[in-house]
């Protein structure tokens, strides 16, 4: 009588066992299927308790931990009086992470050199300033750091590209030292 009850929970063990396979092309049963239908959202998710997509929008008036905004956004003639915390720091160090950030982004448009001498900048309807012109010469440092965070004219903003402010000052101080040793 054992081995019949034995015989008959394998038996069934197996027909069930095989039932989870469905065959080629055609949905599983699943065993567990609360594992599958959680209750969290993924990112782009709708949400069905709050009718509203999982992707929420912070608080009005939020920023995140450690946001510095940047005081001069929209303030073209007020990013002159902003002071290089870097100013006249032309060491090594500092002059490469300008250039390695002044090559990646600045130089395809305005030239390793700083001649805008680029197949980029020959394309460009309008062609960018060289570095050494007398009217970029003349911008103080805190319209050039203006340009790079906000943009200006066709230049788009590469506050997203150069996230440090550091490296902002770094481009800034690289570009002086190439017109510098322009002279």
Not at 116 to 136: E, H, M, Y
Request: proline content about 5%; some cysteine; glycine content about 10%.
């Amino acid at each position: 009588m054992k081995a019949l009850i034995l015989s008959f929970a394998v038996g069934l063990s197996l027909f069930f066992l095989t039932g989870c396979d469905a065959g080629k092309n055609k949905t599983n049963i699943e065993t567990f299927q609360g594992m599958f239908d959680q209750i969290n959202n993924k990112s782009q998710d709708y949400d069905e308790l709050s009718e509203q997509p999982s992707n929420r929008v912070p608080p009005e008036n939020t920023v995140p931990r450690g946001f510095k905004p940047y005081k001069y956004k929209g303030r073209l003639t007020a990013s002159g009086a902003m002071r290089n915390p870097k100013a006249g720091d032309f060491t090594p160090e500092t002059l490469e992470v300008g250039k390695t950030r002044y090559e990646v982004y600045c130089g395809v448009c305005h030239g390793m050199s700083g001649q805008s001498d680029t197949v980029v900048a020959g394309k460009l309807s309008v062609k960018p300033p060289t570095i050494f012109s007398d009217r970029i010469k003349k911008l103080s440092d805190g319209r050039l750091y203006y340009a790079i965070t906000e943009g200006y004219g066709l230049m788009g903003s590469y506050s997203r590209q150069i996230l440090s402010e550091g490296d902002r000052w770094s481009v800034v101080n690289y570009v002086r030292h190439l017109q510098k040793s322009k002279k």
